[in-house]
């Protein structure tokens, strides 16, 4: 949903980390920083439905609602959408999906994996910040 008058995107996604603990992140092709998989709600779509349905879209993995759990709602500017703040609906999946599995599909140009508790220099959306410091709190 957008909300434009307040300048709010609403999305949701799905923080997925593997044995080792990384997490995976998207780049779309429009944009230089990686993000989580995830997107806007649909209308009637739940954060949890939108979240799942937009991991499978972007990266093919169809995870069932019991795999993920709430981690919670973060917010920042928006990445891709100048002069706007993003609110998330953020959950988290653990261990439940073969990481090599994982291919982008639709807008997603590239994935890769990063350990939220290391620095990196590749570019990262401001919101995907706040939620890895979450992640690496885990």
Known sequence: MLLEEFKI????????????????????????RFQMPGGKLEAHESPLEAALREVHE?????????????????????????GF?????????DGVFNPQQVRPHAEIAEVDWFDPAVPTT???APLQAKIFAAVAQL
Not at 9 to 32: F, N
Not at 59 to 82: M, W
């Open 9 to 32: 995107v609403e999305v949701a996604a799905i923080v997925l980390r593997d044995a080792q603990g990384r997490v995976l992140s998207v780049r779309k092709g429009s944009s230089p």
């Open 58 to 82: 972007e990266v093919g993995l169809d995870l069932k609602n019991s795999a993920v759990r709430p981690l919670g709602d973060f917010s920042a500017p928006a990445s891709n959408e100048p």
């Open 122 to 124: 590749r570019p990262q």
């Open 85 to 93: 703040t993003v609110v998330s609906h953020v959950f988290i999946a």
